[in-house]
Nanobody
């Protein structure tokens, strides 16, 4: 089974930066479609970014395009989310997710494996 562990969440001021990490085990990240989702209190879980096998077909939520960047370190079998120019509305629990399907998916129901989440709080 694939296991995912997120880290890197914390408190940051608006305009600041943060990098989230997702360490994967059980399968190389090169052969997983992966994504970051977030969920704020009282809101539905939504996709932030997603990427297919081998880093193909990246998808970015419109509100984070140009601010967030997804990447992978194959040697470390880890996925990252670099978040710049953070806004208070980015505050949420952030979840790492993965699927064996070959292209990225944007619906939470499309993913088979999930991390426990890491909290990101952006102060104004």
């Amino acid at each position: 089974q694939v296991q995912l562990v997120e880290s890197g969440g914390g408190l940051v001021q608006a305009g600041g930066s943060l990098r989230l990490s997702c360490a994967a085990s059980g399968r190389t990240v090169s052969y997983l479609s992966m994504g970051w989702f977030r969920q704020a209190p009282g809101k539905e879980r939504e996709v932030v970014v997603a990427i297919g096998w081998g880093g193909t077909n990246p998808y970015y939520k419109e509100s984070v395009e140009g601010r967030f960047t997804i990447s992978r370190d194959i040697a470390k079998n880890t996925m990252y989310l670099q978040m710049n120019s953070l806004k208070p509305e980015d505050t949420a629990n952030y979840y790492c997710a993965a699927t064996k399907r070959t292209i990225p998916r944007t619906g939470p129901y499309e993913y088979d494996y999930w991390g426990k989440g890491t909290l990101v709080t952006v102060s104004s």
